[in-house]
C-alpha cells in the first residue's frame, strides 16, 4: 500500500509539476493563456524583430523539451484508466509494481519519440513560413484544413481501433500480457502507439491556434480524458469529429463572409 500510495502521489504531482513549468515557461515568453504575446512583450518584439530566433520555438532540443513537457502534461492524465487496469489484473496476472512502472517507461519512451518528430514538424512548418514563431497557422487555409483533417480522423478506422484499444485496455491486457519489468515495457510500448495514434491530431491542432496556448492545451487534455472514460468515450468521438470539421469550414469561410 505504501508504495503504491507513493507512486501514485508521484505521478500526480509530475502532472501538476509539468502543468507548472508550462504556466511558468508561457508567462515567461510574456504569452497570454491563448498564447499570444502579451502588451509587454509586443512593444518588446516591435522594438527587436530579432528577438524571436532567440526563443526556444526556433532551436530543436528546446523545443523537443517543450513538447516533451507539453506530452507529460497531456498524456500522463489520459493514462489513468490503463495503469488503474494494469492495478487490476496485478494479483491475478502475476503484474508487479516493476511492471507498473515498466508500461509507464513504454508509454513515456512513445511520445518521447513522437516529441522528436513534431518538433522537426514544427520547424519545417516555420522555416516553410506556414506557422510563425509562436508556432500559429498563418494561413487561414491551413489552419481550417487541419482542423477539417483532424475531424475526418475521428471517423476512420485507424482511430477506431486505436481509440478501442486506449478506451478498452483489459482486452489488450488478457490478450499480450507480459510479467515483470520488461514485460511492462514491452505491453508499455505497444500501448503508447495505440495511444499517439488515437490522440496525434489533438497535438497538432496546437499549429491553428498556437503550441504554447494553454487554453488549447487544456481543452485538449480534458477531451482527451472524456474520450477514453469506459462511460462516454465511444459516445464523444464522432460527434468532436463533426465539431471539428464546422470549425474548420467556418475558419475558412469566415473572412470571405466579411468581406462580402
Not at 524571436?52 to 489520459?78: E, I, K, N
Not at 507498473?100 to 513522437?114: D, K, Q, R
Not at 509562436?134 to 487561414?140: E, K, M, P, Q
Request: proline share 4%.
Amino acid at each position: 500500500m505504501i508504495w503504491r500510495n507513493t507512486l501514485w502521489g508521484g505521478y500526480f504531482a509530475a502532472i501538476l509539476l509539468s502543468w507548472v513549468l508550462l504556466y511558468s515557461m508561457s508567462t515567461g515568453m510574456g504569452l497570454d493563456l491563448i498564447g499570444r504575446p502579451d502588451a509587454a512583450a509586443e512593444m518588446m518584439r516591435r522594438m527587436d524583430p530579432g528577438m524571436d530566433m532567440y526563443m526556444p520555438m526556433a532551436a530543436f532540443w528546446p523545443l523537443v523539451g517543450m513538447w516533451a513537457l507539453m506530452m507529460a502534461a497531456m498524456m500522463l492524465p489520459t493514462m489513468v484508466p490503463t495503469l488503474t487496469t494494469y492495478e487490476d489484473l496485478m494479483a491475478s496476472a502475476n503484474g508487479s509494481r516493476a511492471g507498473w512502472l515498466g508500461l509507464l517507461a513504454g508509454y513515456g519512451l512513445v511520445w518521447g519519440g513522437f516529441a522528436l518528430l513534431i518538433a522537426g514538424v514544427q520547424l519545417a512548418l516555420l522555416h516553410g513560413g506556414i506557422i510563425d514563431m509562436l508556432g500559429i497557422a498563418r494561413s487561414r487555409w491551413f489552419a481550417g484544413g487541419l482542423l477539417a483533417v483532424v475531424g475526418l480522423f475521428q471517423f476512420t478506422r485507424l482511430k477506431e481501433t486505436c481509440h478501442g484499444v486506449c478506451h478498452s485496455p483489459m482486452g489488450y491486457f488478457l490478450s499480450h500480457w507480459r510479467p515483470g519489468a520488461a514485460g511492462g515495457l514491452r505491453m508499455g510500448l505497444a500501448l503508447g502507439v495505440y495511444c499517439v495514434g488515437c490522440c496525434w491530431g489533438f497535438m497538432v491542432l496546437g499549429f491553428v491556434g498556437g503550441m504554447m496556448s494553454l487554453l488549447w492545451m487544456g481543452l485538449a487534455t480534458v477531451f482527451m480524458v472524456v474520450e477514453k472514460l469506459p462511460q462516454i468515450g465511444h459516445y464523444v468521438v464522432k460527434p468532436m469529429g463533426v465539431l471539428l470539421i464546422l470549425a474548420g469550414m467556418a475558419v475558412v469561410a469566415a473572412p470571405l463572409v466579411m468581406e462580402g
